[in-house]
């Protein structure tokens, strides 16, 4: 169990991200794919239950002891604040109402924001975008771990640990990796977040605050549904750098576990991502795919080939650039 793991560097490639071409071969060859990109009518109504099933437990949790609290707040506040965090990457992909009413998006993502506790809902779509744009692009996105992380979490007990503190790493390496300018938007989202948590506080008291940070916390931690992290980029096997799951768990998680498909069409929400595999077959059914979250994490802290470090990394031009 203290076995460093056996990478000490990245995977780096030379070549383009595959699913930019891949696109542009679907859609000649299957023009239906274009009827997927609309907007999911469905989507708002949805964050509005999680929203308010959040607030209900809000109101249950200031009467819990806080050993109840915090079981509650991973069994079941974590399952549903882990959801919504994936209702706002569709959302940062224009999915609740289409790119024509983007305003309407932003708003309805720091909608979903408010049982997190914390604001990220705008800096996470300024960034979700470069993650699309530059998969893996050295010092573009920063949804790849550093050196750091890399070097330092190498051994099981050391990963299980970087898995745990997941929330913590995602918050912080794009201040360290690719630091941007703070928007008007994400000004706004801190604000209606702070006054968000400033009414629970002064209605119900300390508890409810602590349930939701605590459901944020633990749910995007050392989760079974946090298996997606590692599942959707990590290289579990060489050469491939995206891959899907086609399990139970994309019925709370918007289909995040079609993520080939998603990186292949961005403007396709959720709900239809499993038409994309229908329609084309051919495209998905011989990649390597994941069969269990819970496997992958068990794996990853486990098998030395496995790490922060076991991820495809290319140089984009624009990092070159020192942009």
């Not at 882990?82 to 983007?102: E, K, P, Q, V, Y």
């Not at 190498?154 to 928007?183: D, E, G, I, M, N």
Request: include cysteine; charged fraction near 20%.
């Amino acid at each position: 169990m203290g076995n460093r793991a056996g990478r000490t560097d990245f995977e780096w490639v030379y070549t383009d991200q595959p699913h930019t071409q891949r696109r542009k071969e679907m859609l000649a060859k299957y023009p239906a794919l274009k009827a997927l990109m609309r907007p999911d009518p469905r989507l708002k109504w949805t964050v509005l239950g999680l929203v308010l099933a959040q607030l209900l437990a809000c109101r249950l949790a200031r009467d819990l002891p806080w050993r109840w609290l915090l079981f509650w707040a991973y069994a079941f506040g974590g399952c549903i604040n882990h959801a919504l965090t994936l209702a706002i990457h569709d959302i940062s992909h224009n999915a609740a109402f289409g790119s024509g009413r983007a305003g309407h998006n932003r708003w309805l993502a720091v909608f979903a924001n408010l049982p997190v506790g914390l604001p990220y809902a705008a800096s996470f779509k300024k960034y979700h975008v470069d993650h699309h744009r530059y998969l893996g692009g050295h010092g573009l996105d920063v949804d790849v771990p550093t050196r750091l992380e890399g070097w330092l979490f190498c051994t099981p007990a050391r990963k299980l640990l970087w898995l745990l503190l997941q929330p913590f790493f995602y918050s912080l390496r794009p201040l360290c990796v690719h630091p941007k300018a703070v928007t008007r938007m994400e000004v706004l989202n801190a604000l209606v977040q702070l006054a968000a948590d400033a009414a629970l506080f002064t209605l119900w008291g300390l508890k409810p605050v602590v349930y939701l940070l605590a459901s944020s916390l633990l749910g995007l931690g050392l989760h079974p549904i946090s298996g997606h992290f590692v599942a959707e980029h990590y290289m579990f096997v060489k050469g491939h750098e995206t891959y899907s799951y086609y399990g139970p768990l994309n019925w709370i998680t918007f289909n995040a576990g079609y993520h080939v498909e998603h990186h292949d069409f961005p403007s396709i929400p959720g709900c239809n991502l499993p038409l994309v595999r229908k329609i084309a077959p051919e495209y998905y059914d011989h990649l390597p795919q994941h069969h269990s979250w819970v496997k992958v994490l068990w794996d990853f802290v486990l098998k030395d080939s496995l790490g922060p470090y076991a991820r495809v990394k290319r140089v984009c031009r624009l990092a070159e650039d020192g942009l």
